[in-house]
Protein backbone atom coordinates (compact mmCIF):
# COMPACT_ATOMS: atom_id res chain seq x y z
CA UNK A 1 0.00 0.00 0.00
CA UNK A 2 2.80 2.24 0.99
CA UNK A 3 4.59 1.31 -2.38
CA UNK A 4 1.34 3.05 -4.24
CA UNK A 5 0.85 5.37 -2.38
CA UNK A 6 4.49 6.90 -3.11
CA UNK A 7 4.27 6.22 -6.37
CA UNK A 8 0.90 8.00 -6.59
CA UNK A 9 3.17 10.87 -4.94
CA UNK A 10 5.30 10.28 -7.36
CA UNK A 11 2.91 10.62 -10.26
CA UNK A 12 1.36 13.55 -9.27
CA UNK A 13 4.49 15.66 -8.56
CA UNK A 14 6.11 14.95 -12.34
CA UNK A 15 2.55 16.08 -13.57
CA UNK A 16 2.78 18.99 -12.05
CA UNK A 17 6.11 19.68 -12.78
CA UNK A 18 5.47 19.27 -16.43
CA UNK A 19 2.17 21.58 -16.35
CA UNK A 20 4.43 24.44 -14.59
CA UNK A 21 6.83 23.97 -17.78
CA UNK A 22 4.41 24.30 -20.43
CA UNK A 23 3.06 27.17 -18.62
CA UNK A 24 5.53 29.23 -20.69
CA UNK A 25 8.17 31.70 -20.16
CA UNK A 26 9.51 35.03 -18.82
CA UNK A 27 11.99 37.38 -20.10
CA UNK A 28 12.75 40.83 -18.83
CA UNK A 29 14.58 42.88 -21.72
CA UNK A 30 16.55 46.04 -20.82
CA UNK A 31 16.13 47.58 -23.80
CA UNK A 32 18.37 50.84 -24.52
CA UNK A 33 17.33 53.48 -26.67
CA UNK A 34 16.83 52.24 -30.35
CA UNK A 35 15.04 48.85 -31.82
CA UNK A 36 15.55 45.39 -30.15
CA UNK A 37 14.34 42.15 -32.05
CA UNK A 38 14.03 39.50 -29.79
CA UNK A 39 13.23 35.26 -31.38
CA UNK A 40 9.78 33.90 -29.39
CA UNK A 41 8.34 30.94 -31.13
CA UNK A 42 5.13 30.79 -29.13
CA UNK A 43 0.93 31.76 -30.30
CA UNK A 44 0.51 34.31 -27.14
CA UNK A 45 2.83 36.54 -25.92
CA UNK A 46 2.31 39.47 -23.63
CA UNK A 47 4.16 42.46 -23.14
CA UNK A 48 4.70 44.79 -20.29
CA UNK A 49 6.37 48.51 -20.36
CA UNK A 50 7.38 48.92 -17.19
CA UNK A 51 10.16 51.93 -18.77
CA UNK A 52 9.14 55.71 -17.88
CA UNK A 53 8.55 56.11 -21.52
CA UNK A 54 6.37 54.47 -24.18
CA UNK A 55 7.58 51.79 -26.40
CA UNK A 56 6.57 50.43 -30.05
CA UNK A 57 6.52 46.87 -30.63
CA UNK A 58 5.68 44.85 -33.78
CA UNK A 59 5.16 41.14 -33.81
CA UNK A 60 6.39 38.44 -36.14
CA UNK A 61 4.43 35.47 -37.43
CA UNK A 62 5.54 32.12 -38.43
CA UNK A 63 7.47 32.96 -41.98
CA UNK A 64 7.60 36.74 -41.70
CA UNK A 65 11.03 38.23 -41.84
CA UNK A 66 11.64 40.50 -38.75
CA UNK A 67 12.41 44.13 -39.00
CA UNK A 68 12.91 47.00 -36.82
CA UNK A 69 9.75 48.24 -34.85
CA UNK A 70 8.60 52.30 -35.50
CA UNK A 71 6.48 54.89 -34.35
CA UNK A 72 4.20 53.15 -36.44
CA UNK A 73 4.22 49.76 -35.30
CA UNK A 74 1.57 48.90 -31.83
CA UNK A 75 2.27 51.74 -29.11
CA UNK A 76 2.81 50.28 -25.29
CA UNK A 77 2.57 53.36 -23.04
CA UNK A 78 4.81 53.28 -19.92
CA UNK A 79 3.03 51.03 -17.20
CA UNK A 80 0.52 49.31 -19.59
CA UNK A 81 0.91 46.12 -21.47
CA UNK A 82 -0.55 44.09 -24.20
CA UNK A 83 -1.27 40.49 -25.12
CA UNK A 84 -1.00 38.92 -28.84
CA UNK A 85 -2.22 35.90 -29.79
CA UNK A 86 -3.29 33.82 -32.66
CA UNK A 87 -3.61 30.19 -34.01
CA UNK A 88 0.39 30.62 -35.95
CA UNK A 89 3.22 31.23 -33.76
CA UNK A 90 4.98 34.45 -33.14
CA UNK A 91 8.36 33.98 -34.30
CA UNK A 92 10.04 37.52 -32.83
CA UNK A 93 9.13 40.72 -31.51
CA UNK A 94 10.60 44.45 -32.44
CA UNK A 95 10.68 47.29 -29.65
CA UNK A 96 12.13 50.60 -29.99
CA UNK A 97 12.01 53.41 -27.32
CA UNK A 98 13.11 56.84 -26.95
CA UNK A 99 15.19 56.04 -23.90
CA UNK A 100 16.04 53.22 -21.71
CA UNK A 101 13.28 50.87 -21.33
CA UNK A 102 12.32 47.61 -19.14
CA UNK A 103 10.08 45.38 -20.77
CA UNK A 104 8.88 42.37 -19.39
CA UNK A 105 7.64 39.27 -21.63
CA UNK A 106 5.60 36.48 -21.03
CA UNK A 107 4.82 34.05 -24.15
CA UNK A 108 3.58 30.87 -24.05
Do not use: C, H, Q
Request: a neutral charge; glycine letters at 6%.
Amino acid sequence: MRTKILALALGLALVASLASAELGYRKVVSSSAGADTITIKASTLTVVNDGASVIYVRVFWEGETPVAATSASAEIKSGEGFTFSRAVNIDAISIISASSSTVRLFYW
